[in-house]
Structure formats: structure tokens, C-alpha cells
């Protein structure tokens, strides 16, 4: 079973839900997909045993075999190419612009005279390891990159069918956040009683409806702000599975990156009932299907 | 000639449009005739590559100048391919642009002026 974490907004609590859910269950894998900021390693702690560079696929034009057709610029959708043809003061090339490339490989199929073909780019690292009995993934993207989506389903490749898997994925709604929850079994949006909390809690469960992926909410630093993500999840009959209270102890434990359920028993069990309450919802849509 | 100003309307009394990649308009005018002819920028909108678009929109059309305020680094390294001299710096009327770069007043520029994305709304200046 494939259980995603993401939130919409930032820094609502993502890591400390998809970590200490982790640490509160046997045979997991946590795979850290927010690779513009993976922070997880922080207080999983694991032990890194292998390294691969990841590379996305990105366009050279043989300008020999090129005749400027400008098919390559037509196809891309991304706008990642320029054909200017040669002659009167213009040099005649074809221009690829890499840092736009989603590398979907378009220009190098389509192109009539087999001109082009794909070189790989490096944009980022996957790391594999162990935290304990947790297998750990995490990538993290190179600075100046901005393909994430290309390195988390790089990322989802270590994806063990035999495990609970962990995915904590990145804050937002957008490309990178699709790419992490997609396939996901179950979705916890965690968010905060906050305006901000509520408004962004409202764009991540379209984004999961379009998506069919069932979900609930976790309300983090839930006795501050008002009560409108409660009304809201009640209007919408969306389960809220877990609150956790605004606690200086969980504050401090975050600080030095110890997990809030290190030898906190009373949380490894509400971590581990509301993966009860996931497994059974989770059947129970499966039987409907 | 054959030279191109970008602008913010379709006359040469329109004022010249800060912005390269994502120019409202492109004038495309005959410099010892006037004549003159606009075009919609297609590549306005684009989310990114506009300015490598409107580049190759000014190679596809032939000119050999243009006449702008701001170039960023992926249009000016499209324009340097295809030859065409780039001027940054201009505002004001279309017609004034223009008499300016026949004036010979003008240096082309030999380094974009702003940063990518420069021209996309709610972007910061220069970032």
C-alpha cells in the first residue's frame, strides 16, 4: 500500500506526519519526494548505501544532418528550441535551451532527418539506505534545476511493492506534487486551522478528487487559529484522522530532529490507529470498486 | 532595411512595448520607406521561451535590427544567431525609435539587459 503525505501549503507538518507514521509501523519504506528541499534524512538519520546520478534526456542537433525543417521547435512544447536557418549575416543552427527541456524526447522521434539525438543531463541524485528497519529513498535535485517531477518518478522507481511505503511529498499543487502523489493508494493532507491553512487544504483536495485518490486531513498545531478546516472538512465529509496539539515539547523534539514518537508510546499509537483507520477505508473502497 | 520595434500598439505612434519575449506587438518596418507592418506577439503568453519564440519569429521574418527595451539572455542569444543586431535601452514613440536608430545614435547591445523572466507579469525587475 502506497500512502502519499502532501499538504498544500508549507510547512504544516508534511515530514513530521510522513516520518513518525514510518517509524510507528513495521516493514516500511519512506521515499522523500520533495527533492527541492528533502529534509526527512534529518530525523530518520539513515545510512546512505548507494548513490545514482540522475539525468534527464535532453536534445543535440547534429547540424551536418540538419536542414533546418524547424519540425524539433514545432513539436516543442516547452519552447526549449530556436532553427535559424543559415545565410545573410545568421550563422544556421539549432539552439536547445536545456534548462527548459522537459526531456520528452518529441523533437529526437519527430525529427525528419534523424538529426537529433538525446544526451543525458544530469539534474539531480537518488539515494538509497537504510533507517533502522526503514528502507530509505530520497532525491535531491541540483541547484539551478527545476525538472523535479523528472527526479521524483526517478525516485518512485525504488517504489517496494512487498512495504508500506511513505511518500512525503513536496508543499504546493502543482507539477511536482502530481508527480509524488500519483499512484497513490491514500493521500494525508496535513494542514493548520489558518486561513492560509484552510485556503491551500481547499486546492490540494481538487486536486486529489481530479486525481481519484482517496484522502483525509491531519490538523497540525490544532488548538490555534479558528475552526473553519473543521467545518470545512465536515461540509465536505473529508475524515480528519489525527490533530495534533500546538506543543512546545513537539517544537523542541523538531529542533534537535528527534521524532516525536521516540519513546512517545501514546503517539506511535494514534499514529498507528489512524493507519488502521487508512487500511480499513482503503478496503472498504476496494470492495466497492 | 528591414528592422523591428517592439510595441505596446500597431501604429508607429504607439510607444515601444520594455519588454523583447513578451512584447504586446511587433512593428516590422521598412526603414527608408516607413511602411510598415504589426504583428501580435504569439509567444506573449508562453509560460517559457518567449523570448526564444519572438527570436525566432524575428529570424523567420528577415530583419536585420531591433529596437527595444529589454532583452533577456535566451532571445539575445537567439537574435545573435540569426544576425540580427539588437538595441536595448529605446521608449518612448515607435516613430522616434526608429529615427534614432537612423540617426546612427544608437550602439547595439553586446549583453541582454535583464534576467529571464523579466518580462512575465508580477515577476520582479531585473530578477
Known amino acids: 500500500m502506497i500512502i502519499s503525505v502532501a499538504s498544500g501549503k508549507g510547512g504544516t507538518g508534511k515530514t513530521t506526519v510522513a516520518v513518525n507514521l514510518a517509524l510507528s509501523l513495521e516493514n516500511t519504506q519512506f521515499l522523500d519526494c520533495d527533492v527541492e528541499e528533502p529534509n526527512a534524512h534529518i530525523f530518520l538519520k539513515p545510512e546512505i548505501k548507494e548513490r545514482i546520478a540522475a539525468f534527464i534526456p535532453v536534445p543535440e542537433a547534429d547540424e551536418a544532418k540538419c536542414n533546418a525543417c524547424g519540425k524539433c521547435r514545432e513539436v516543442c512544447e516547452y519552447h526549449a528550441i530556436a532553427v535559424i536557418p543559415k545565410g545573410d549575416g545568421a550563422i544556421g543552427s539549432v539552439l536547445v535551451f536545456p534548462h527548459l527541456c522537459h526531456g520528452c524526447g518529441a523533437c529526437s522521434l519527430l525529427c525528419p532527418q534523424k538529426a537529433i539525438r538525446e544526451v543525458n543531463k544530469e539534474i539531480g541524485v537518488v539515494e538509497t539506505g537504510m533507517a533502522g528497519d526503514i528502507q530509505f529513498v530520497h532525491g535531491t535535485l541540483n541547484i539551478g534545476e527545476i525538472m523535479s517531477p523528472s527526479l521524483i518518478r526517478q525516485v518512485k522507481k525504488r517504489i517496494n511493492p512487498f512495504r508500506t511505503v511513505i511518500i512525503d511529498a513536496p508543499p504546493g499543487t502543482s507539477c511536482p506534487v502530481i508527480a509524488a502523489v500519483k499512484d497513490s493508494d491514500y493521500c494525508i493532507l496535513v494542514t493548520e486551522p489558518t486561513p492560509f491553512g484552510l485556503n491551500d487544504l481547499t486546492l490540494a483536495v481538487e486536486v486529489l478528487r481530479k486525481l481519484k485518490i482517496p484522502f483525509g486531513v491531519v490538523i497540525n498545531r490544532a488548538d490555534i487559529g479558528d475552526d473553519k478546516v473543521d467545518n470545512y472538512c465536515q461540509a465536505n465529509k473529508i475524515a480528519v484522522l489525527l490533530r495534533i496539539p500546538f506543543d512546545r515539547e513537539i517544537a523542541r523534539l523538531y529542533s534537535r530532529g528527534i521524532p516525536l514518537v521516540k519513546d512517545n508510546v501514546e503517539y506511535k499509537e494514534k499514529f498507528r490507529m489512524m493507519f488502521e483507520t487508512i487500511t480499513k477505508r482503503h478496503h472498504e473502497a476496494d470492495r466497492c470498486r | ?127
Open chain 2, 1 to 127: 532595411m528591414k528592422i523591428c520595434v517592439t510595441a505596446q500598439g500597431k501604429t508607429l505612434d504607439d510607444q515601444v512595448d520594455p519588454r523583447f519575449g513578451r512584447c504586446q506587438f511587433f512593428i516590422i518596418v521598412d526603414t527608408d520607406t516607413l511602411a510598415f507592418e504589426a504583428f501580435e506577439n504569439q509567444s506573449a503568453q508562453f509560460a517559457g521561451g518567449a523570448g526564444i519564440q519572438s527570436g525566432q519569429f524575428m529570424a523567420s521574418k528577415g530583419v536585420k535590427a531591433v529596437l527595444t527595451g529589454n532583452v533577456g539572455p535566451n532571445a539575445f542569444q537567439t537574435l545573435r544567431a540569426a544576425g540580427i543586431e539588437i538595441y536595448t535601452g529605446l521608449s518612448g514613440k515607435i516613430r522616434d525609435a526608429i529615427d534614432k536608430y537612423k540617426g546612427g545614435a544608437l550602439k547595439p547591445a553586446d549583453n541582454p539587459s535583464v534576467g529571464s523572466k523579466f518580462g512575465m507579469p508580477g515577476a520582479g525587475k531585473g530578477s
